[in-house]
């Protein structure tokens, strides 16, 4: 069975959870995450906050598996057909009314 892939509303709230840009690179997420992870960790800092960690860990999983499904193409015509496929299996439900 596939797994899920997460909503753009889930992507979003992510995102918006680890201060991160609309773009960013895998290394600036992981830096985001570890950061936010330094500051909420309960056994890491004064400041600790296990719920908040758990939603952060939760929006990290979601980032890397949004990530983590992209498919990688070096020739461009097949890139570019399969972006479409691609775009209409992620999102298609997110559409539909």
Same mark, same amino acid.
Request: include cysteine; hydrophobic fraction near 35%; charged fraction near 35%.
């Given at each position: ?13 992510? &995102?918006?959870?680890?201060? !991160? @840009? ?11 995450? &570890? ?7 309960? @056994?890491?800092?004064? /400041? ?7 939603? !952060?860990?939760?929006? #990290? ?10 498919? #990688? ?9 399969? #972006? ?5 299996? &992620? #999102?298609?439900? /997110?559409?539909?009314?």
């Amino acid at each position: 069975m596939k797994k899920q892939l997460p909503t753009s509303e889930e992507i979003e709230y992510a &995102r918006k959870l680890l201060s !991160l @840009d609309e773009c960013a690179t895998l290394v600036e997420i992981k830096n985001a995450f &570890r950061s936010m992870a330094k500051r909420y960790h309960p @056994d890491k800092s004064v /400041d600790g906050n296990e719920e908040m960690m758990k939603e !952060l860990n939760k929006a #990290y999983e979601k980032i890397l598996a949004f990530i983590n499904n992209y498919r #990688y193409c070096f020739n461009q015509k097949p890139a570019e057909e399969e #972006y479409w496929e691609d775009f209409k299996e &992620r #999102y298609y439900e /997110d559409f539909i009314i």
